[in-house]
Nanobody, 121 residues
Framework: VQLVESGGGSVQAGASLTPSCVYHGFSDSKCMGWFRQAPGREREGVAAIRSDGSSSYADSVKGRFTASKDNAKNTLYLQMNSLKPEDTAMYYC??????????????????WGQGTQVTVS
């Protein structure tokens, strides 16, 4: 079981980034998603994708971020547009073997990626 993230970086406000997360060792995951943690703050849910393809987003990123997955490539993506300084955080992909309930809480997570840093100035 392995999740390997990439695609973070340092950008100006208004720019876009698309971190990705390649996962190995899963034959059936019910829930996938992204969390983030800024310095001095608790980890928070950003987006969750259910096995039927439906998704949920934090209010702070709705309309700007889009989570998607490519099962053929075993890859999870987080397209982030119109980035703001308050989006600065370490971003973690996550996989759960159960249902996404509640979608933005970490209680469903069984496996975490190592994190990729996103800095917006």
């Amino acid at each position: 079981v392995q999740l390997v993230e990439s695609g973070g970086g340092s950008v100006q406000a208004g720019a876009s980034l698309t971190p990705s997360c390649v996962y190995h060792g899963f034959s059936d995951s019910k829930c996938m998603g992204w969390f983030r943690q800024a310095p001095g703050r608790e980890r928070e849910g950003v987006a969750a994708i259910r096995s039927d393809g439906s998704s949920s987003y934090a209010d702070s990123v709705k309309g700007r971020f889009t989570a998607s997955k490519d099962n053929a490539k075993n890859t999870l993506y987080l397209q982030m547009n119109s980035l703001k300084p308050e989006d600065t955080a370490m971003y973690y992909c996550a996989i759960g073997l159960g249902l996404c309930i509640p979608p933005l809480a970490s209680s469903w997570v069984n496996y975490w990626g190592q994190g990729t840093q996103v800095t917006v100035s």
